[in-house]
């Protein structure tokens, strides 16, 4: 398997894990599960940076933008399903909330994909300069 595939295979992995813990976490401890958007982010960018690292920037972006679309669809889907706590938000949304919801996450992993791509790209070639 291609190193970028196994990037993505391990960033889909955490993101469920996160989604899953997150989900009854935010049931069990009375908190609204929409305060670990940052962390979700941060999955984002980690991996692209290190799928920007490994191969390139591209690469990098497409990284977390998958992620980011596994977040808005499956990941959505488990919150769902483990009834995360979300306040008084309704967590079954129109399609119409959904597609916008999930444009929403997916363009900002991109982003976020994007500037963590450019930032290992800085870091690793000020270290082969040297």
Avoid: C
Avoid at 48 to 61: C, N, R
């Amino acid at each position: 398997m291609k190193p970028e595939y196994r990037i993505l295979l391990l960033a889909i992995i955490i993101t469920a894990a996160f989604d899953t813990a997150g989900s009854i976490a935010s049931r069990q401890f009375n908190f609204n599960y929409a305060l670990l958007t940052l962390g979700s982010f941060i999955i984002y960018g980690a991996f692209a940076f290190i799928a920007t690292a490994k191969k390139d920037l591209i690469t990098g972006v497409a990284t977390a933008t998958a992620i980011g679309l596994f977040d808005a669809t499956i990941g959505w889907r488990l919150s769902v399903i483990l009834h995360a706590n979300t306040g008084g938000l309704n967590n079954n949304p129109t399609v119409e909330v959904w597609i916008g919801t999930a444009m929403f996450v997916i363009i900002s992993a991109a982003i976020i994909g994007l500037i963590a791509g450019l930032i290992a790209r800085a870091v690793f070639k000020s270290k082969r300069a040297v």
